[in-house]
């Protein structure tokens, strides 16, 4: 069974759209987490939930909005997407908020066109 | 083989030959350290960890070294393998701060040679 799976793998769509990415974990952590990784392989990290309340929400576009239907899952939704958001996206998850040893998804190749 | 610093991206090391790469960490208030490691096409696995308060830490095959006098950690592969080749991330946080955030470096790629 995957621990923390993402859909979809590989998303390619034109400037302006709308798109979401899922995320889901069965591993029973309280805490989830949006990165983005861009060409040069850098890590950053976009937000954080815990128990569905969002902990970490870094300087990101508000176009790009996070969602926690339960601590089991956390959606990314980005709006009106833009050249720039091309990179791989990852979900991971860990215990709780201070439980720093993350378990990362397989990633969402973004790719905007 | 060796890699220095976070701007020295590639590492390429001999099948058996033993890999050191190294990571510069910046905030001087980080005391537990992660190394990841990333395969092609896959998400980052934790590898190893360290506090502050330890200056080695050994697991299967990797050992980390922490010199918190030049803010510098190092992740050491013991007869590296074709499976070692991916990119290695060493990450850094303060466990007092309440931020709550992991703090990665740029990575190293590393390539195993048959």
């Known amino acids: 069974d995957t621990a923390v799976s993402q859909t979809p793998k590989y998303l390619v769509t034109q400037m302006g759209n709308d798109k979401s990415i899922k995320c889901e974990q069965n591993?029973?952590?309280?805490?989830m987490y949006w990165y983005k990784q861009d060409s040069k392989k850098f890590l950053k990290i976009m937000f954080s939930?815990?128990?569905?309340?969002?902990?970490i929400n870094e300087t990101v576009p508000n176009r790009f909005s996070p969602k926690s239907p339960d601590k089991a899952h956390l959606n990314l939704h980005i709006n009106s997407l833009e050249l720039g958001d091309s990179a791989v996206y990852f979900c991971?998850?860990?215990?709780?908020?201070?439980?720093?040893?993350?378990?990362f998804g397989p990633g969402t190749r973004l790719t905007v066109t | 083989g060796e890699s220095v610093g976070l701007h020295l991206p590639t590492l390429s090391v001999q099948e058996g030959d033993n890999s050191i790469i190294n990571c510069a960490y910046s905030?001087?208030?980080?005391?537990?350290f992660i190394w990841y490691k990333q395969e092609s096409g896959k998400g980052p696995q934790f590898i190893i960890d360290i506090r502050s308060n330890m200056d080695k830490r050994q697991g299967q095959r990797v050992t980390v070294l922490l010199n918190k006098t030049v803010k510098h950690l190092s992740l050491q592969i013991a007869a590296t393998q074709p499976g070692d080749s991916a990119v290695y991330f060493c990450a850094e946080i303060p466990l007092r701060s309440n931020d709550y955030k992991l703090s990665f470096g740029a990575g190293t790629t590393v390539t195993v040679r048959a």
């Open positions: 905030n001087s208030a980080s005391d537990y």
């Open positions: 591993l029973g952590h309280d805490t």
């Open positions: 991971a998850s860990s215990q709780d908020l201070r439980a720093y040893e993350q378990y």
């Open positions: 939930y815990n128990n569905k309340e969002l902990i």
